[in-house]
T-cell receptor
Framework: DVKVTQSSRYLVKRTGEKVFLECVQDMDHENMFWYRQDPGLGLRLIYFSYDVKMKEKGDIPEGYSVSREKKERFSLILESASTNQTSMYLC??????????????FGSGTRLTVV | DAKTTQPPSMDCAEGRAANLPCNHSTISGNEYVYWYRQIHSQGPQYIIHGLKNNETNEMASLIITEDRKSSTLILPHATLRDTAVYYCIVRVAVSNFGNEKLTFGTGTRLTIIP
């Protein structure tokens, strides 16, 4: 019954590495989102996409980029990982509805540690 | 963007109704109120949403005041599995197509006491 799958549950990378976080959804949703979650700060939106090859910056896009080549897949890229990007990363998807969205579906998260 | 204010934490006895308040005094007329919860080590889970009328589903009830400046999420018979962080969110539209992003705050940590 898994609907949003994030490729890794835990990830350890070195400073300066290029890091790819993958997210796949099987619900044919138009919208996909990447958040990061840090203690005391809640969830903060990094990037989102409402169509293939479309992307929009969220509240904290610095240091990140994204790719959406297929509708079901949304990748978050850390071009050069830094220790302040150590965090829990959450992917979500949603479907457009004209009178109100019926909710996001989140993945289980990827806990990334940059050393 | 309308902001929300929630108490940082609450306790509730098992089997009792848990009432979680949320203030959103700057909400605009076409913005919805959403509630999500996040159980430890999992992604957030959608609970319920509403515009102006009270809503109920199998998980919870949502009561929105007439002036829409505040709302209350009600879990009618709380169980230990309801221990989680609960987020009250106001939807922000980003385009004329109705696609939107949700801005999460820090939520209310609800602890159900046995």
């Amino acid at each position: 019954d898994v609907k949003v799958t994030q490729s890794s549950r835990y990830l350890v990378k070195r400073t300066g590495e290029k890091v790819f976080l993958e997210c796949v959804q099987d619900m044919d949703h138009e919208n996909m989102f990447w958040y990061r979650q840090d203690p005391g700060l809640g969830l903060r939106l990094i990037y989102f996409s409402y169509d293939v090859k479309m992307k929009e910056k969220g509240d904290i896009p610095e240091g990140y980029s994204v790719s959406r080549e297929k509708k079901e897949r949304f990748s978050l890229i850390l071009e050069s990982a830094s220790t302040n990007q150590t965090s829990m990363y959450l992917c979500a998807s949603s479907s457009f509805h004209p009178t109100g969205n019926y909710g996001y579906t989140f993945g289980s998260g990827t806990r990334l540690t940059v050393v | 963007d309308a902001k929300t204010t929630q108490p940082p934490s609450m306790d509730c006895a098992e089997g009792r109704a848990a009432n979680l308040p949320c203030n959103h005094s700057t909400i605009s007329g076409n913005e919805y109120v959403y509630w999500y919860r996040q159980i430890h080590s999992q992604g957030p889970q959608y609970i319920i949403h509403g515009l102006k009328n009270n809503e109920t589903n199998e998980m919870a009830s949502l009561i929105i005041t007439e002036d829409r400046k505040s709302s209350t999420l009600i879990l009618p018979h709380a169980t230990l599995r309801d221990t989680a962080v609960y987020y009250c969110i106001v939807r922000v539209a980003v385009s004329n197509f109705g696609n939107e992003k949700l801005t999460f705050g820090t939520g209310t940590r609800l602890t159900i006491i046995p």
